[in-house]
């Protein structure tokens, strides 16, 4: 019997060792299994969303001038993808939208930046921060068309005014939120203030940063759409508007089909670089 019992020992220490790899694999299959629930939810959700609504415009239970239904959007979007008319007011709303989602971001997190280095400008600048956050930006975008022209100028600038101030306030707040015994500690070993934001404190906000980008691109998109109903001749905002002008409300539900889709592309890689970034750290 000892002899057995010693013989069973590498064996079972063996598997004692295999014990955090087996816990690892079943934690991966775990997280794969609710992955794919999640997708095939997702799906289910969007099926049943759009086969409601073709149900509610084929039977009228909504009055489908104003709404449509799904498959007479998909013609539409069919035709116009056909002859090509599609692709120049999606090439410039994404052009606009990814500027100004860039520039929002850059010179968000940089004035975020500014005001952290200098606690005197942070303080004089606080009110005028939030008096522009709380200004409709609608209301600005006569100004901004009468001083950069009618043109992707002033749709860019409507778009900056819509994500700068809220990338600022986010990540400057998520600067102040940084835990101070890290700061004293960069101190105490004779850390500059240069070493202490790029060792303590840009790392510590970096999930919000992230989480400003996702924020960025629909904030983006809000303010290009407003700056092309204001000015623009071309776009997926002109012809939401022009579809409203027309009576084509098609025309409107396609924009705004096609505006989801692009929208979705530039989220999901937005999450792409989230990825790469955290595995780079």
Not at 2 to 25: F, K, S, V, Y
Not at 54 to 79: C, H, M, N
Not at 154 to 175: C, E, H, K, N
Request: proline share 4%.
């Amino acid at each position: 019997m000892r002899n057995a019992n010693l013989q069973d020992l590498p064996e079972n220490a063996a598997g004692g060792n295999n014990l955090p790899e087996r816990i690892h694999t079943a934690h991966l299959v775990r997280k794969r299994k609710v992955a794919v629930n999640v997708r095939v939810t997702q799906l289910i959700i969007l099926i049943a969303s759009l086969g409601l609504w073709e149900v509610a415009g084929r039977l009228k239970w909504i009055d489908v001038l104003l709404f449509s239904y799904p498959s007479k959007v998909f013609v539409l979007l069919g035709t116009k993808i056909a002859d090509g008319s599609i692709f120049p007011h999606m090439g410039y709303t994404v052009v606009e939208t990814v500027v100004g989602f860039i520039l929002g971001t850059l010179c968000g997190t940089a004035l975020a930046m500014l005001l952290w280095w200098s606690p005197f400008l942070s303080r004089v600048l606080d009110p005028y921060i939030v008096v522009l956050n709380s200004m409709p930006k609608v209301a600005l975008g006569p100004l901004f068309i009468v001083g950069f022209g009618p043109g992707i100028l002033s749709i860019v600038a409507t778009t900056l005014s819509v994500t700068v101030i809220i990338t600022t306030l986010v990540v400057y707040g998520s600067f102040r939120e940084v835990d101070d015994n890290y700061v004293k500690v960069v101190r105490i070993f004779g850390g500059t203030r240069s070493e202490v934001f790029r060792h303590v404190i840009l790392p510590a906000s970096f999930p919000t940063i992230v989480a400003t980008l996702k924020a960025n691109v629909g904030l983006a998109w809000v303010g290009v759409i407003v700056g092309e109903f204001l000015v623009s001749k071309m776009g997926l905002g002109y012809l939401i508007v022009y579809g409203f002008q027309v009576f084509n409300f098609t025309l409107v539900m396609a924009s705004l089909v096609v505006i989801a889709l692009v929208a979705t592309v530039m989220y999901q890689a937005v999450v792409y670089l989230e990825k790469k970034l955290i595995s780079r750290r």
